[in-house]
């Protein structure tokens, strides 16, 4: 992460603001106090709108990860187990990522702040950019399906999310169905129905492959760690439709 060295120790919660500022300052401040190198306490960070909507979306997701494993009263093993094998197979980061990662997963699992207003920070700043709005569903969902249950508590937060990032009950329901593991699930992630003619599967995969192509995401300034799950997304739909290809005997 570029911006990682330059923000470390920096007035950061100045530079992105609302609850995830505050996280984000408790994170960096820390930091700073414990000896880390950086600019000085009463320097203010400058960072460009690219490097802030990375950071944005890296703040927010561990935030709101936080918030959801919790959501059953207890932060349990298995979704220890599951955020670190995500930043370290899926997201790639090296020692000094992780630990910041998880600086701000326990800063946020101690703010007084609401996992809904994490969500509504991180829908103000990419609002308009659908594909990244349901990548981050997605990762919620991977996140609490983890331990093999999905309990009222996690899915009351999950479709709050959906909700706040404007997604319909049919939407939620959809992508929630991508992660059931049934005959349903490759007509759900192409956001068809088995009944749909080849023209609109057609229709909608091609509309999909332009919105979730690598070059696309990266164009929105997503954070490269984060480039794993957008890549993932995309093979996704490339497996989908080749699976509905052969079902439905269409080239």
């Avoid at 220890?80 to 790639?92: A, R």
Wanted: proline residues 4%; charged residues 25%.
């Amino acid at each position: 992460m570029s911006w990682l060295g330059k923000i470390i120790g920096g007035t950061i919660g100045f530079a992105l603001g609302g609850p995830l500022g505050a996280v984000a300052g408790a994170v960096f401040g820390h930091a700073f106090d414990a000896g880390k190198e950086g600019p000085a306490p009463q320097e203010r960070v400058h960072l460009s709108a690219h490097e802030n909507t990375q950071l944005t979306f890296f703040v927010a997701a561990f935030s709101m990860l936080a918030k959801l494993t919790q959501a059953d009263g207890r932060v349990s093993k298995e979704e220890m187990d599951s955020i670190e094998k995500i930043m370290l197979y899926d997201l790639n980061l090296d020692p000094q990522s992780r630990m910041v990662a998880m600086n701000i997963f326990h800063t946020a699992l101690n703010s007084p702040e609401s996992f809904e207003t994490f969500a509504s920070q991180f829908h103000r700043q990419f609002s308009g950019q659908a594909p990244l709005l349901e990548l981050m569903v997605d990762i919620l969902f991977r996140v609490a399906m983890a331990d093999g249950t999905f309990s009222p508590a996690e899915e009351t937060l999950i479709r709050s999310a959906a909700a706040i990032f404007g997604f319909s009950d049919a939407q939620y329901e959809r992508l929630k169905s991508r992660h059931v593991q049934d005959n349903q699930k490759y007509y759900a992630i192409l956001g068809c129905q088995p009944t749909d003619s080849v023209d609109e599967i057609k229709r909608r995969y091609r509309k999909l492959v332009s919105e979730y192509h690598p070059d696309k995401i990266a164009s929105k300034g997503l954070p490269e760690e984060f480039m794993t799950f957008a890549h993932e997304k995309f093979r996704q739909i490339q497996e989908a439709y080749e699976a509905v290809k052969k079902e439905r005997g269409f080239s």
